[in-house]
């Protein structure tokens, strides 16, 4: 059985690693994300195309909160390079594509990513949160008085 399964395994991702077009099949089993872009998560999904996803925060903390995420798994904006270009460019070009579709570009929108610990980051694929509809609160950006490292 393994003799039939490796080369098969081995021709695909010899494929996928010489052509930077295709997403790596690199899904990571637990991640909740990856289950959504694999589709046996569900999700209310706004956008699509070959490279992202956007769909509804599942506790939306805005009239319009919404995440925007590679198909390919990576943990953050800190591993932004192994993302192939074009996986970059979809990425910014979908936030404002769906801010677009909300109506949101004339009063305009927020798109947030938390990385690591300290912006406590809780679903490590990386995600941009794109809200609006209306007045957020002024300040997103300063420390947590509470907080603790
Ligand atoms: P973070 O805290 O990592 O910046 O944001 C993670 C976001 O993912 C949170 O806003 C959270 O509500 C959202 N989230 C977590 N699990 C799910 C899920 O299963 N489906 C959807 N649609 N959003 C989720
Ligand atoms: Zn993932």
Request: aromatic share 6%.
């Amino acid at each position: 059985m393994m003799r039939r399964i490796l080369p098969l395994y081995c021709a695909v991702a010899l494929f996928a690693s010489q052509n930077p077009s295709t997403p790596l099949p690199k899904a990571v089993t637990d991640c909740i994300f990856c289950k959504i872009v694999a589709g046996t998560a569900p999700s209310r999904k706004v956008y699509e195309d070959k490279y992202v996803l956007a769909f509804w925060d599942i506790r939306p903390r805005a009239k319009v909160h919404l995440l925007v995420i590679p198909k390919q798994h990576v943990a953050s904006l800190s591993e932004l390079d192994e993302l192939p270009v074009e996986t970059r460019a979809a990425l910014l070009s979908a936030c404002v594509r769906v801010a677009k579709d909300q109506g949101l570009l004339e009063n305009g929108f927020r798109v947030i990513s938390n990385n690591g610990k300290d912006a406590n980051q809780s679903v490590f694929h990386l995600h941009f949160h794109v809200v609006g509809g209306e007045k957020l609160r002024e300040d997103a950006i300063s420390k947590d008085p509470a907080g603790k490292r």
